[in-house]
C-alpha cells in the first residue's frame, strides 16, 4: 500500500484510511481462514503470548468489517492459560474499558457497531491489549478509525504505570511505508501478521506488570 502525502497530518491519515479499507476488503474468504489459522501458529512461537504470567489477562477484539479474524488466536490464547476481556466505550472520548469475557457469554451492542460484554461483567486491567487496525509501519506506529481510543486507553494506563504489551493485529498487505502520526499517537510494540510477528524498528520498551 503507498504513502499518500496530504497537506496535513489528518488530511492524509484521511485519505489512508479510505485507501486501507479498499485494499484490506479484497482479501480474498479463503486467505481469510487461512490468515486466521496463521495467527495461530505463529503466536505460539512468541514466549510472551505462549507462556502467560499468573492470572494473565489478554485484552482482545471482537472482529467488524474486513478486520483479521481473531476468533481462532483467542481459543489458542485460553488453551494455554489466558483469561480474555473485550473493550468497552463507557463514555465518548475517554479510554477503554476492558471486561471479562467468555467465547459463549453475551454480547451487547456497542458504539461504532462493535459488540461488548455487558454491564455487570467484571473490570480487567490486562497485559497483553491486541488491537485491530486499518494500516502499520515498520516503526510500530499505527492507523486506526479515527477515533483515539486505543491511543487515549495506551497513554492513560501508561500515566498510571500499568503498562500492557501492545500488539497489532493485521494482514501482512496493511503494511505501509510510513503511517502519518501526532504527538498522541502510541507505538504499538509488537505486530502479527499471517506471515509472522514483526520485529519493529527502535520498538517501545514495555513490562507486564498488570493484575485483574
Known amino acids: 500500500m503507498p504513502s499518500v502525502v496530504a497537506g496535513s497530518v489528518a488530511e492524509t491519515k484521511r485519505t489512508l484510511r479510505g485507501t486501507a479499507k479498499f485494499l484490506r476488503g479484497r482479501v480474498a474468504a479463503a486467505d481469510r481462514r487461512h490468515a486466521a489459522e496463521s495467527l495461530v501458529r505463529h503466536a505460539a512461537t512468541v514466549p510472551l503470548l505462549a507462556v502467560p504470567p499468573e492470572n494473565g489477562i489478554a485484552a482482545a477484539y471482537y472482529p467488524l468489517g474486513g478486520e483479521i479474524d481473531s476468533r481462532l488466536l483467542v481459543d489458542w490464547l485460553r488453551q494455554v492459560g489466558w483469561r480474555i476481556a473485550l473493550p468497552v466505550v463507557e463514555q465518548p472520548n475517554a479510554p477503554l474499558v476492558f471486561r471479562a469475557w467468555e467465547p459463549d457469554a453475551r454480547l451487547d451492542e456497542g458504539p461504532f457497531g462493535?459488540?461488548?460484554?455487558?454491564?455487570?461483567?467484571?473490570?480487567?486491567?490486562?497485559?497483553?491489549?491486541?488491537?485491530?487496525?486499518?494500516?502499520?509501519?515498520?516503526?510500530?506506529?499505527?492507523?486506526?478509525?479515527?477515533?483515539?481510543?486505543?491511543?487515549?486507553?495506551?497513554?492513560?494506563?501508561?500515566?498510571?504505570?500499568?503498562?500492557?504489551?501492545?500488539?497489532?493485529?493485521?494482514?501482512?498487505?496493511?503494511?505501509?511505508?510510513?503511517?502519518?502520526?501526532?504527538?498522541?499517537?502510541?507505538?504499538?510494540?509488537?505486530?502479527?501478521?499471517?506471515?509472522?510477528?514483526?520485529?519493529?524498528?527502535?520498538?517501545?520498551?514495555?513490562?507486564?506488570?498488570?493484575?485483574?
Open 114 to 212: 462493535t459488540r461488548q460484554p455487558p454491564r455487570g461483567s467484571t473490570v480487567c486491567r490486562p497485559h497483553v491489549i491486541l488491537i485491530p487496525l486499518l494500516a502499520f509501519d515498520a516503526t510500530g506506529y499505527r492507523l486506526g478509525y479515527g477515533g483515539g481510543y486505543y491511543d487515549r486507553t495506551l497513554a492513560a494506563m501508561a500515566e498510571a504505570e500499568h503498562r500492557p504489551v501492545s500488539l497489532g493485529v493485521a494482514f501482512a498487505i496493511q503494511e505501509i511505508e510510513t503511517v502519518p502520526h501526532e504527538s498522541w499517537d502510541r507505538r504499538l510494540d509488537l505486530v502479527l501478521t499471517e506471515r509472522g510477528v514483526l520485529p519493529l524498528r527502535d520498538a517501545p520498551k514495555h513490562k507486564t506488570n498488570g493484575s485483574s
